[in-house]
Every structure is written in structure tokens, then in C-alpha cells.
């Protein structure tokens, strides 16, 4: 498993285990959006939890809602921040 997917993989427990989600974690795209229409149905209580948990985990602390809205829109999205914190 490269380094990605398992960061990847790290990132899709957090959101079924930290937000209590009923999806299994293949039901989770790595594109798929986390909140909006046709998405995995994420509000903004879940977008805190999920800030908080991302913090804990990785160290990425994300303070700023513009920059929150850009991170938080898919595993992707969360993979790359957490990369390039960690590049820093």
C-alpha cells in the first residue's frame, strides 16, 4: 500500500469512526464531497469534530473557516493539506 492510500485509508477511518458514519470505508471515495448534494451528508458539527479529530491525528491545525471550507471537501482534499503540513 503506498503512503498516499494509507493516508488515505487513516483519513476515511477518522470520518466513520470520529463522526460515527453507517458507510463502510470502500463506500468512501477519495473524491467523493463531504458535505453539499450528492456527498457523504456532513454538516457543520461534523466539519468541527472532524477539524478537532484531523488536529489530534495529524497536527494540522486549521484555524481559518476559507481555508476549512477548501480542506475539508473530500479525503483528497484533507490527504493533500496534511502532506504539505507535514512538508513544512
Given at each position: 500500500m503506498s503512503e498516499s492510500?494509507?493516508?488515505?485509508?487513516?483519513?476515511?477511518?477518522?470520518l466513520i469512526d470520529d463522526l460515527?458514519?453507517?458507510?463502510?470505508?470502500?463506500?468512501?471515495?477519495?473524491?467523493?464531497?463531504?458535505?453539499?448534494?450528492?456527498?457523504?451528508?456532513?454538516?457543520?458539527?461534523?466539519?468541527?469534530?472532524?477539524?478537532?479529530?484531523?488536529e489530534k491525528k495529524f497536527g494540522l491545525k486549521i484555524s481559518d473557516p476559507e481555508a476549512a471550507k477548501g480542506i475539508l471537501r473530500s479525503v483528497k482534499t484533507i490527504a493533500d493539506a496534511v502532506r504539505e503540513s507535514k512538508s513544512t
Open positions: 492510500s494509507a493516508l488515505h485509508e487513516e483519513i476515511k477511518e477518522i460515527m458514519l453507517d458507510v463502510e470505508m470502500d463506500e468512501i471515495g477519495d473524491e467523493t464531497p463531504l458535505m453539499g448534494p450528492d456527498s457523504l451528508g456532513l454538516d457543520s458539527v461534523d466539519a468541527l469534530q472532524l477539524v478537532v479529530a484531523i
